[in-house]
């Protein structure tokens, strides 16, 4: 799996187990293709652009994390590593 590391705890345990508990569950088919498709892009940013929703996210502090569009203002969040590897990968509300 290109995914390192995450941030958010419950996205973990619905990537790795499946368990919706701690995610949006009507967000959990989309969350679903996502990871696959951020997994399956081993870092690639040409093959990341290819997502649909993919932008960066220009925060001061923040001008390497990535994001793609999950619903409304819900997003994931995240960091290619020189390795190509997915890390801190976050599931969040924009607003």
């Not at 499946?18 to 569950?25: D, E």
């Not at 969350?31 to 690639?44: F, H, V, Y």
């Not at 001061?60 to 390795?83: E, M, P």
């Amino acid at each position: 799996m290109a995914i390192k590391s995450f941030l958010h705890s419950g996205l973990e345990r619905f990537a790795k187990e499946g368990c919706v508990a701690g995610i949006g569950g009507h967000h959990a088919p989309k969350l679903n293709t996502l990871l696959a498709q951020l997994s399956l892009s081993g870092g690639n940013l040409k093959a990341l652009m290819e997502i649909p929703g993919f932008h960066s996210v220009k925060k001061q502090f923040q001008s390497s994390t990535l994001s793609v569009k999950v619903s409304g203002s819900w997003r994931l969040t995240f960091k290619v590593a020189n390795d190509g590897t997915i890390c801190d990968l976050d599931y969040l509300q924009y607003h």
